[in-house]
C-alpha cells in the first residue's frame, strides 16, 4: 500500500450569497446584463447552479437558462442556454462571452419582448465561498476512498469544481493529489476527465468510487 507524507486533507464549503443591483426583466435586458456583471456572479449562476442543486439532476444546468425557460417561457432561448458547458472552458471570460452571444443572436430574431413583473425578474447574486475544514485526511489510496465515500457532498465541490473553475486548478485537487502525493498518474488522469455537467455531486462522487475501487481491486486490496 503506496502511503504519502502528505495527505488529503478534505474540506467542505457554505455559500455567503450576496445580492447585486443587477436585473433583468426580459431578454435584452438579460443580453446587457450579461455583460456587464461581475465574473463571480456569471460563476455563481453557472457553476455554482452544482452546489445549490447537488441533490437532484436539473434539466437546465445553470440558472440563465432555467429562468428563460421557466419565467420568461422562452424554451428555445432556455435550451440554447442550458446545453453551455461551465467546465469547458478554461476562464470565466471565455464563458460570458459564450452567454452573451446566444443571447444576442436569440434577440436578434425576437420582435417585441414581454417584460416581467419585478418579482419574476432575473436578480443577479454573487457568493463568497467559505471552506470548512471537516476533520477528515487519507494518506493511502484506500484512505481516501473510504472518506471520500462519507465526506459532505459540498467537499467533492469544492475539490472538483471550484479549484477547476475559481481557483485555476485544471484537473482538480483529488487528480493532483493522486498524481503528485500518491504517483498514480493513470487514475489521476481518469479522475480530471469527470466531467460534472449536467449531473450530481453525488453521481459524481459514485464516479470517483468507481475509479478508485477498480485500482484498488487492481492492486488486490
Known amino acids: ?3 504519502t507524507t502528505h495527505p488529503f486533507v478534505f474540506t467542505g464549503c457554505v455559500e ?3 445580492a447585486l443591483d443587477v436585473h433583468a426583466l426580459d431578454e435584452r435586458e438579460l443580453l446587457d446584463r450579461l455583460r456587464e456583471a461581475p465574473a463571480d456572479s456569471i460563476f455563481f449562476h453557472t457553476h455554482g447552479y452544482f452546489l445549490r442543486h447537488r441533490p437532484f439532476t436539473t434539466a437546465w444546468g445553470n440558472d440563465f437558462a432555467r429562468w428563460a425557460a421557466v419565467e420568461l417561457h422562452d424554451p428555445v432561448l432556455g435550451e440554447r442556454l442550458a446545453v453551455v458547458d ?4 478554461p476562464a470565466l471570460d471565455g464563458l460570458r ?3 452573451v452571444t446566444i443571447v444576442d443572436r436569440h434577440v436578434r430574431d425576437l420582435g417585441a419582448v414581454v417584460r416581467l413583473p419585478w418579482g419574476r425578474g432575473f436578480h443577479f447574486q454573487q457568493s463568497h465561498v467559505v471552506e470548512v475544514p471537516l476533520g477528515v485526511q487519507a494518506t493511502t489510496l484506500r484512505e481516501f476512498r473510504d472518506a471520500l465515500s462519507t465526506v459532505d457532498a459540498s467537499a467533492i465541490y469544492l475539490h472538483m469544481v471550484d479549484a477547476r473553475a475559481r481557483r485555476g486548478r485544471g484537473a482538480g485537487d483529488f487528480a493532483e493529489w493522486l498524481r503528485a502525493a500518491l504517483g498514480r498518474p493513470a487514475l489521476a488522469e481518469q479522475v480530471g ?3 460534472a455537467y449536467l449531473t450530481t455531486l453525488e453521481r459524481v462522487r459514485g464516479r470517483l468510487l468507481d475509479l478508485v475501487d477498480a485500482v484498488l481491486e487492481e492492486d488486490g486490496e
Open 97 to 99: 462571452e459564450e452567454l
Open 1 to 3: 500500500m503506496r502511503a
Open 193 to 195: 476527465r469527470i466531467d
Open 16 to 18: 455567503l450569497r450576496e
Open 86 to 89: 461551465p467546465f469547458a472552458f
